[in-house]
């Protein structure tokens, strides 16, 4: 079995920073991309940002410049870093992994519980 446990979220002041971080563990056979999603209320679950096995990133362009992700291959864990805040980046972040478990056959998509990230104006 999969799991993505994900931390780091709360409530910051805009312009401030937060860094989110999420672990996959369990049977895992090996991981392809991991990213970052949002959902905020009214509103459909988002991109914000991928990185794949070999470090290739993509960004949604509301956060380009603003947002850094990264990934620990040796520890399956991606992280976001998120700075300039503002009252718009308020959602559940919810973190992904395209992840082949061990004894399976083919990727899948797995997914995290979801953090929430409140930004104050």
């Known amino acids: 079995q999969v799991q993505l446990v994900e931390s780091g979220g709360g409530l910051v002041q805009a312009g401030g920073s937060l860094r989110l971080s999420c672990a996959a563990s369990g049977s895992i056979f090996s991981i392809n991309s991991m990213g970052w999603y949002r959902q905020a209320p009214g509103k459909q679950r988002e991109l914000v940002a991928a990185?794949?096995?070999?470090?290739?990133?993509n960004y949604a362009d509301s956060v380009k410049g603003r947002f850094t992700i990264s990934r620990d291959n040796a520890k399956n864990t991606v992280y976001l870093q998120m700075n300039s805040l503002k009252p718009e980046d308020t959602a559940v972040y919810y973190c992904n992994g395209h992840i082949y478990p061990d004894g399976g056959y083919y990727y899948r998509d797995y997914w995290g519980q979801g953090t929430q990230v409140t930004v104050s104006s």
């Open positions: 990185i794949t096995s070999v470090g290739s990133t």
